[in-house]
């Protein structure tokens, strides 16, 4: 393998910059050439590819977001749009490519790869931490922690004025950054889309809780089907009308900042390992950490999965906030 290309796709997570530099520099320690493609899938069509170097991946590594940009592209679902990004791929004579993504970077993938045979290798972006194939994605660690911070100042807020805040956070699909997020900021309850919302079980926890404390926080994901932090907290206020209730979004705040150790160290090794994968033939799979080690999984399997989440976490939840 002479050249590859890598591209960042989708959602930005921190943590890509960090990845998209292991592939750069361990491709050029194994004298393979590496071009960027800017813009994802869209810049593959509309021929963004630039030459990578080791000192081009120079100081990124503590950076969010992707030095090379990212998009979600409607015109590479045609097939006329994969013809055109195959024939640029052709063009620049690419013999692998790493796609840092989520699962829709992946199902692009596999459908790319019914009209070419340039292997392609996944690593795992996204901060929603909700594809199977890997205990962590890039850039969830960083996100919960963004969560953390954010809610210990609220806190301050809430307590100040002895206030109940709901604060809603990313995961239209899954609420793996409510729960983990929630616990490590000590919330009274944590709604998310994996289980059915319960605003009487709420409302009694509110009722019954110890009247001393001086703050209340909910977490809430925005993929609930109750319809997000605005529609519970008003149903909470019209039952409970002596809270002083508040609402905040935290929103695209989660997907931006330095990455953290964990997402530095992940990111990579996946990058890394995407590359070796490319150099032993592996194609169309998605490389992700499990029990600490690299395993590849196959990108159809390698889909968002809603599923329950460990209901001892969910208990630990109501117990731990007595």
């Known amino acids: 393998m002479k050249k590859i290309a890598v591209l ?7 943590g890509m910059n960090a990845c998209l530099r292991a592939v750069v520099r361990t491709a050029i320690y194994h004298k393979i050439e590496v071009m960027g493609i800017r813009h994802g899938y869209d810049g593959m069509i509309n021929d963004e ?23 979600r592209s409607k015109e590479f679902l045609t097939l006329e749009g994969r013809k055109r990004a ?7 004579k690419i013999e692998g490519i790493v796609a840092i993504g989520g699962d829709g970077t992946f199902r692009g993938a596999l459908e790319f790869s019914k009209i070419s045979t340039i292997p392609i290798v996944g690593c795992p972006g996204t901060i929603d931490n909700d594809l199977i194939g890997t205990d962590f994605t890039i850039g969830y660690d960083t996100a919960i922690n963004t969560v953390v911070e954010a809610v210990d100042k609220i806190r301050d807020t809430a307590e100040s004025h002895d206030r109940l805040f709901f604060v809603e956070v990313m995961g239209r699909d899954a609420g793996l950054i409510a729960l983990r997020g929630g616990i490590g900021v000590g919330a009274e309850s944590i709604i998310i889309p994996e289980t059915k919302t319960d605003i009487e079980y709420l409302i009694k926890r509110l009722e019954n809780g110890r009247k001393n404390k001086s703050s209340k926080i909910i977490i809430v994901a925005e993929g609930d089907e109750a319809g997000g932090a605005f529609k519970i907290a008003e149903q909470v206020k019209t039952r409970l009308p002596d809270y002083d209730t508040r609402v905040t979004i935290l929103g695209h705040i989660q997907r931006g ?12 090794r996946m990058g890394f390992a995407a590359v070796e994968a490319l150099m032993q033939g592996k194609s169309n799979v998605m490389v992700g950490i499990i029990d600490k080690n690299i395993e590849y999984t ?21 117990i731990l906030s007595l």
């Open 49 to 71: 590819f630039i030459v990578m170097d080791a000192k081009s991946v120079a100081n990124i590594i503590h950076r969010g977001g992707t030095i090379l940009k990212t998009a």
């Open 257 to 268: 900042g330095n990455p953290s150790a964990m997402d530095r160290v992940n990111s990579s």
């Open 86 to 92: 195959l024939a640029n791929l052709q063009k620049h």
């Open 8 to 14: 960042t796709s989708g959602g930005d997570s921190p």
């Open 298 to 318: 196959p990108f159809e399997n390698a889909t968002k999965h809603l599923q329950e989440l460990n209901p001892d976490l969910m208990r630990m939840v109501s």
